[in-house]
């Protein structure tokens, strides 16, 4: 039975309209006055609030605002009674947030039916929001999914790597990982899908999985070039599926400290090592189009010597694509100078540079997932 308050400080007014809709059916509590409204509003939780526009201490106006504020009663239908016929009246009133009017004097048939479909509205928006809740418990299950089979930290003197993933709320298709090819050899990755939701995070496990058990046919996957290759001829779009992705791909030796790298339209590495000059940058970035644009493309590799003490930073640009009050985007060049300030920290621990991140983010949340990996190599 639905539940409709109404809020009138005219006792006349108020016993027609609760006779009419008890005959309706309809479970119905009334209120005198616009605070004493808001109050049970807000106990109640009704379906439906039909509310006088001029009363003492709040108007219908008032009430409406801080009912369509509060977000228990984010659904609630919400009618105004008034004998106001203007325009602009009718405007101030839809500005304010209410669903629908009844001019007074009250014509009963107009009402009922007024109420049958605000009632309809009501279900309608209640059935949205529970399968939007259900969408997003659905997303937080997913992001955790991801969460587990991501790896952990790893430390093995004087090798370490510190990770970070941070799921959007409508959850992304980052993904990473690391695996030691042999005794000496280490490859790492970081990928992102295109798009949100469970269409782009399905491809980035389904990628981890493949080169985590190694099930690309025909791939050296000490090399850097071929890997991508093989992922590109893998993962090739089609008319079913309109997903790519964007890599970056690295074998480190740790006996030759080399580093052999390719990327696929992915942000580059960062590798940040110091001597006399200070904190000196490597943007390590090869061109490349993204995994699955087109068949048979190219990616060449490169490989570079990283020195005692450098680090090597590889993230999604989900951590510097911020859009920031003044409209602007935060962008990758301020993102490389924090990372330089971090990089003078002694005892680094990645929860530290995201405190500097989350400062500028002028939100409580990232628009896309942030992904981030953090090697030091000793």
Known sequence: MAQILIIDDD???????????????????????????LAKAKELLPAMVICDWVMPKMSGIEVCREVKATPELSTTFFILLTSMGSVESRVQGLDAGADDYVSKPVE??????????????????????????????????????????????????????????????????????????????????????????LRAALPSLSVINLLRSKALLQVNYHKPSDVLRGLNDTFQMTQRNDKYFTFWYGVYDRKKRRLVYASAGHPPAILLSSDRRGIQVQQLKTPGFPIGMFPGAEYPEVACQVSPASSLYIFSDGIYEI??????????????????????????????????????NPCDYFDDDLSLMQINFG
């Not at 490389?336 to 989350?358: A, C, G, M, S, W």
């Open 11 to 37: 006792p006349a007014i108020q016993m027609l309209l609760k006779r009419t809709l008890v005959k309706k059916g309809y479970d119905v509590a009334v209120a005198s006055d616009g605070d004493e409204g």
């Open 323 to 360: 859009n920031l009050p003044d409209g602007e985007i935060w962008g990758l060049d301020n993102f490389i100078e924090q990372l330089k300030d971090y990089q003078t920290i002694p005892n680094r621990h990645l929860d530290r540079l995201l405190e500097k991140v989350n400062a500028i």
């Open 108 to 197: 009963l048939f107009e009402l009922n039916a007024r109420v049958r479909s605000g009632l309809r509205q009501h279900q309608l928006s209640r059935d949205l929001q529970q399968q939007k809740q259900k969408i997003e418990a659905e997303l937080v299950e997913a992001a955790e999914y991801v969460r587990s089979i991501l790896p952990e930290p790893l430390y093995d003197p004087p090798l370490a790597i510190d990770v970070c993933f941070i799921p959007s709320s409508q959850l992304g298709g980052d993904g990473f990982d690391y695996f030691w090819l042999d005794e000496d050899r280490l490859a790492v990755y970081l990928l992102d899908v295109s798009g949100h939701g």
